[in-house]
């Protein structure tokens, strides 16, 4: 069973960087494949980027978002940078054990956060 924290989250203004952190249960988090999600209101949830043996990206958040781990703390981050009101959504960072080849698949991590809110305003 691995357990997933969000934190990070808030109210920023468009441009502004939040730094979204993910601490995770388990003691092998270094060999998880572990990803960020989002779900706005009235949309599908959607990938946001992963870090598994190399780092994905959504088009909509290259060169804005990075993803980085720290095993030693077993945690994710996603430093989100240059924010615009689109990317208001509720964030999940997931859990990938197996770490299958398909990083940007949702349906490829079996563990889930309880989300942390980001709100960007114009």
């Known amino acids: 069973q691995v357990q997933l924290v969000e934190s990070g989250g808030g109210l920023v203004q468009a441009g502004g960087s939040l730094r979204l952190s993910c601490a995770a249960s388990g003691r092998t988090f270094s060999s998880y494949a572990m990803g960020w999600f989002r779900q706005a209101p009235g949309k599908e949830r959607e990938f946001v980027a992963a870090?598994?043996?190399?780092?994905y990206y959504a088009h909509f958040v290259k060169g804005r978002f990075i993803i980085s781990r720290d095993n030693a703390k077993n945690t994710v981050y996603l430093q989100m940078n240059s924010l615009k009101p689109e990317d208001t959504a509720v964030y999940y960072c997931a859990a990938d054990i197996d770490r299958t080849s398909y990083a940007t698949d949702d349906r490829s991590y079996g563990y889930w956060g309880q989300g942390t809110q980001v709100t960007v305003s114009s």
């Open positions: 870090i598994s043996w190399s780092t």
